[in-house]
């Protein structure tokens, strides 16, 4: 999955979608995961990158990262695939 690439974001996790006007504040996890997307790191990078940096289970992991995709999908942050 890609984030669009017109989709700015900041450090400190606002994420703002021009083409809708929507903007979305997120944590210092969120902006973090949307960086590394927009950078092109693969799911399977960034998940690794999560699994050094935090005291989480890959199982935690993958379920978050579930939860985090539906959201982005809802907010139509994504690319669309095809």
């Known amino acids: 999955m890609k984030i669009k690439s017109n989709i700015a974001t900041s450090e400190n996790g606002f994420i ?3 083409a809708t006007g929507d903007s979305f504040s997120g944590n210092a ?8 997307m927009k950078s092109g790191k693969t799911e399977s990078e960034i998940k690794q990158d999560i699994l050094n940096r935090y005291n989480v289970s890959e199982r935690q992991l993958d379920l978050d990262w579930e939860d985090w995709m539906v959201q982005l999908k809802e907010a139509n942050l994504l690319e669309t695939e095809g």
């Open 29 to 36: 996890i969120a902006a973090l995961l949307l960086l590394a």
């Open 16 to 18: 703002f979608n021009p």
